[in-house]
């Protein structure tokens, strides 16, 4: 497979990243794929074995701020795009320990992209194919555009305004990224994705933690008043678009992705707890072991996500809707922590 284009993707032993890659390995039989992961506590191999071995993917385990190494990776393997994933990405742990928010998120992804754009832009392919053909796509989120009161929804115009350590390092690097393509004309793309749920999600995670606890039988903290609004989409229905949008997506654009399936905390809760009811009976129903717990720092108060431009230019459409999704996560959970 030398003929094969080789596609560097970062960050995916993560939750989306290991969604994506069998995904995309399969879907696109004439690509490699180089995954770089420094393997952080959030990365987990094991949500990889299903392609461990394939000929068509290697694993690294290395850091995207190590410039060295990101240089060798895009000479070694004649890198022709990238799909960057790599993040810290939990908003508590931001709060906690906001510099490695910046070092990985805003710092890595200069480094990713600055070898990048010096690789490419010296290989006689590059400038023949207009530059297309060799793109940088950056994966972020809603988050960047920080909170929304009632109604409203969050469109790629509206103004960024990052409220927790963890979004105003992916504002950053969503602007460092942008300027690329304003600066130096670089074929990139950017999208902007609110929250996913779906397997292969970390325990520290809402929903796998409301399993996890309630199959324990203990309490299942909730922030506040539980009516946090959180726009939710099946994790695989975030991979289409990203593969949407790396194809086709018009070059220094960014697109939002969201299914339009607005819930409150409370309500993720209630769905979980009841499908556990009927799924893994008890005499008492999980509900009770609910607790409310003082509300997270700068907690935004809700998120939600017009994606009517991926639909429009590109066709996007989520598969799942929230009852046949979280069905399916639940069921996944289930599997992780009481079968394995
Ligand atoms: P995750 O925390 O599950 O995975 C992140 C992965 O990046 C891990 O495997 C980790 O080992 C790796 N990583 C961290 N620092 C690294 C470094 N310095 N070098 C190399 N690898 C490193 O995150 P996720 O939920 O899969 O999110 C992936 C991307 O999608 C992130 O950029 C995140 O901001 C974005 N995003 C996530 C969501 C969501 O709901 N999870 C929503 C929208 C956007």
Known sequence: ?????????????????????????EKYPSYNIVNLDVLTYAGDLSNLGEIEGLTRYKFIKGDICNRELVEFIFSEYDIRGVIHFAAESHVDNSIKNPGVFIETNVNGTFTLLDAAYKYWMEKPFYVKTGYQGCRFHHISTDEVYGTLGQTGLFREDTPYAPNSPYSASKASSDMIVRSYHETYGMDTVITNCSN???????????????????????????????????????????????????????????????????????QIVDKVCSLLDQKVP???????????????AGHDRRYAIDASKIEKELGWKADENFESGIEKTVEWYLEKYIVR
């Open 1 to 25: 497979s030398k003929q094969n284009k080789t596609i560097l993707i970062t960050g995916g032993a993560g939750f989306i990243g290991s969604n994506f890659i069998p995904y995309f390995l």
């Open 196 to 266: 996913n749920y779906g397997p292969k999600q970390h325990d520290e995670k809402l929903i796998p933690t409301i399993i996890r606890n309630a199959l324990n039988g203990t309490a299942i903290p909730i922030y506040g008043d539980g009516q946090n609004i959180r726009d939710w989409l099946y994790v695989l229905d975030h991979c289409n678009g990203i593969d949407l949008a790396y194809h086709n997506g018009r070059s220094g654009e960014s697109y939002n992705i969201g299914g339009r399936n607005e819930r409150t905390n409370l």
């Open 282 to 296: 008890r005499e008492k129903r999980y509900k009770d072991l609910l607790m409310m717990v003082e509300d997270r």
